[in-house]
């Protein structure tokens, strides 16, 4: 089983900041792999599914983004399963927009959701950086990553978290370069 947990903020206010996009994402393979249904747990919600031969299990985090790792923690400690079978889902300043790289362990670069993971479970698990750009300058980033996303990356923001769903199964074999190559595929013009 493999463990995929999105940040973001819950509340219906947080839903469409570009620091929520992980649980966009999440919500959006859920959607196209015919995952079950909500439910309440590890402090947080979860649906089980299937992505291609893979058992997935799809976490958002109902703490606030800086305890995103209890939840985290909570979920793999219950399946008794180590970080090599997480893989996160964020919004990454350090990446132009609708850019979706991904990368095995490494540092938080500030962001606070993986942070908490950090803290909970050490750096080595998989992340998916989901490309929000850089307001310019550092003292804008708050305001900028808790803003929603603009009606003009509306259909930008759905056509990158439809490719990324669509390419899901790469990801589940473990194939992250097979998956950014297809999701960039999809989204050039």
Do not use: C
């Not at 966009?24 to 402090?43: N, R, S, Y």
């Not at 703490?63 to 939840?71: D, L, V």
């Not at 992340?127 to 003009?152: C, E, F, S």
């Amino acid at each position: 089983m493999q463990v995929w947990t999105g940040l973001g903020n819950p509340g219906p206010q947080y839903a469409l900041n570009r620091h929520n996009v992980g649980f966009m994402a999440l919500d959006t393979i859920a959607e196209v792999h015919g995952f079950g249904p909500v439910q309440k747990k590890f402090q947080g919600w979860v649906q089980e599914g299937r992505i291609g031969t893979q058992k997935v299990l799809l976490l958002k985090p109902a703490t606030f983004m800086n305890e995103s790792g209890r939840a985290v923690g909570e979920a793999l400690r219950f399946y008794k399963l180590g970080t090599d079978a997480l893989t996160v889902f964020h919004d990454e300043l350090d990446l132009a927009p609708f850019k979706v790289k991904v990368k095995q362990g490494g540092g938080t670069a500030g962001h606070n959701g993986l942070r908490s993971i950090d803290q909970h479970l050490g750096p080595d698990f998989r992340r998916v950086r989901i490309g929000i750009g850089h307001p310019g300058h550092k003292d804008r980033v708050t305001g900028y990553v808790l803003g929603n996303y603009a009606k003009a990356e509306q259909d930008d923001l759905a056509d990158m978290l439809g490719a990324m769903a669509a390419e899901a199964e790469w990801l589940a074999k473990g194939d992250d370069t097979r998956f950014m190559n297809d999701v960039a595929l999809r989204l050039q013009d």
